[in-house]
């Protein structure tokens, strides 16, 4: 009933782009933080990104200047725009959600199923 869809990923070049959707279905996303995570294979999860309840953007260290996030009420939805690609961005990226309203804690409320990105070296 309640859940978190990621979608847009797949395969690109170095130096392309890609957007990811984080779309919720039967709760609304206003009172939420959203995050971004990614994990490669064989390493620990990795923040990417967070974005508070007014739309406040906060972005890690590793893709600071290349990747921003958004967020679309009307649609229930938080994007991750991902420009400058490189292979280490490869990975599966989630979204969760957050009841803190203002920051990602380690406890999410809502966990997506995740989408692959892929970039071609």
């Known amino acids: 009933q309640e859940q978190l869809v990621e979608s847009g990923g797949g395969s690109v070049q170095p130096g392309g782009s890609l957007t990811l959707s984080c779309a919720a279905s039967?709760?609304?996303?206003?009172?939420?933080?959203i995050g971004w995570f990614r994990q490669a294979p064989g390493k620990e999860r990795e923040g990417v990104s967070c974005?508070?309840?007014?739309?406040?953007?906060s972005v890690y260290d590793s893709v600071k200047g290349r990747f921003t996030t958004s967020r679309d009420n009307a649609k229930n939805t938080v994007y991750l725009q991902m420009n400058s690609l490189k292979p280490e961005d490869t990975a599966v990226y989630y979204c969760?959600?957050?009841?803190?309203?203002?920051?990602?804690?380690?406890?999410?409320?809502?966990w997506g199923q995740g989408t692959q990105v892929t970039v071609d070296s």
């Open positions: 974005i508070d309840i007014n739309g406040r953007p």
């Open positions: 969760a959600a957050f009841s803190t309203y203002y920051w990602c804690s380690a406890q999410s409320d809502y």
């Open positions: 039967g709760f609304s996303l206003d009172n939420y933080a």
